[in-house]
């Protein structure tokens, strides 16, 4: 453990009712801020007959209409800008997985914030500035590299600003210069993790002690396989470009879901039909509100990513709700002949049959049925050339699969090392019926 037990315990070891005090003045303040600056909100507010007299407290906060990622894409690229451009210092942009391009901005004290989000979850996992923090997100862009590199910097962290991509240069590095911690998507650890044993090293050799992985969904089994093969600790981190950037959420030592960081953000679960708050403990749509950041602070933003939140006691002291890892966005869930099918399920069974993340989910429809195949990575362990026994393990896997999924999918096992690996968020979806959209 790090000298550091909190980054900012005055507000990450909050008493509940002064944090929800503190985020009722915050939400009025910014409420107020959007209202007058973002021209667009402001008659979305009026056609919902909210003014930012309405808005008094937290108590308030059903009043405030949604913002979703098409007012986003409706008003490229400045729309929602709620400062002048003088203001903004920062630009990022959305890394595109789900296709569309969004512009957000950030103002000196908003990348001040995201350094502090960020520093807390290093604190979390126990750096301090004798650390050496390799970061391996991409740099650019995509929010993940700068997000890692403000919060260590910050810390006082020895920062490597490797980016992703290079991976035995990366392997030569974490030796060499004795990294601590590592940052980058979970596909991509898992990635470094089995080219380090490719290059004849165990995890004896480096001085790796924890990973800050997030970005992309995954899987405990995952998690397992990433902290064996590179023998460390794995925390998952979460955010996202609309809201702030890796950091909207951080897993402690518990590792029982990630604390959000809720004197910036005030984060509700909704039903995705109705649009209906639900209770906590109720898995939902996640909905986060930001209250302190300045150039683009967005009300009641809709994630589509689906979670659970709870307040019960969290060993490490800290008292911010927790969410679980979101199982994958409704935008990434597939509809396979009916049944609702998420990647991370696929690769729950994978990981659980003793498979590694290394598969490829191929969806195609034929004579008005979909078609759906899973490539699975055969693992040396399990490698055969004897048909039969390729045949069994398929057979048998399918069957895992079915029992999980309820809807039947082709299994066809590859050679070993044949799947493409990912420097960064992972594309394991193929889906030709979505090309003549
Ligand atoms: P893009 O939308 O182009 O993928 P972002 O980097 O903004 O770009 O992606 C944010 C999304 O990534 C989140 O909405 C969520 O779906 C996913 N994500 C981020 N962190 C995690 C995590 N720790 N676990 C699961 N999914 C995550
Ligand atoms: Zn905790």
Known sequence: MGRLKYYQPEYECMDYEQLKELQGKRLAETFRHVYENVEYYRKRCEEAGVTPDDIKGLEDLDKIPFTCKDDLRATYPYGLFAVPKEKVVRIHASSGTTGKQIVVGYTKEDLDIW??????????VGADENDIVQVAYGYGLFTGGFGLHGGATKLGCQVIPISSGNTQRQITFMKDLRSTVLACT????????????????????????????????????????????????????????????????????????????????????????????????????????????????????????????????????????????????????????????????????????????????????????????????????????????????EKKLQNALLNILQVKAKVTLVAPKTIARSEGKAKRVIDTRKLHD
């Open 115 to 124: 350094d502090d989000c960020a520093a807390r979850q290093l604190v979390a």
């Open 186 to 393: 979970p596909s991509y650890a898992a990635y470094l993790g089995e080219a380090l044993h490719d290059m004849g090293l165990t995890p004896d050799d480096i001085c790796l002690k924890a990973g800050i992985f997030g970005a992309e969904p995954w899987t405990e089994e995952m998690r397992r396989d990433i902290e064996k093969s590179l023998g460390i600790k794995a925390y998952d981190i979460y955010g996202l470009t609309e809201v702030l950037g890796p950091g909207v959420s951080y897993e402690c030592a518990e590792q029982k879901g990630m604390h959000v960081n809720e004197d910036h953000f005030i984060v509700e679960t909704i039903d995705p039909e109705t649009g209906k708050r639900l209770p906590e403990g109720s898995k939902g749509e996640l909905v986060f509100t930001a209250i302190t950041k300045r150039a683009f602070p967005l009300m009641r933003f809709r994630t589509k990513d689906i979670g659970v939140l709870t307040r019960e006691k969290c060993a490490c002291g800290r008292t911010f709700v927790r969410m679980t890892k979101p199982m994958g966005r409704t935008d990434d869930m597939l509809i396979i002949r009916g049944v609702n099918v998420f990647p991370s399920q696929i690769e729950g069974v994978l990981l659980q049959n003793g498979y590694q993340a290394n598969y490829q989910i191929i969806v195609g429809r034929e004579n008005n049925t979909d078609t759906f195949e899973i490539k699975v990575e055969m693992v040396p362990e399990k490698f055969s050339d004897v048909v039969s026994e390729i045949e069994k393990e």
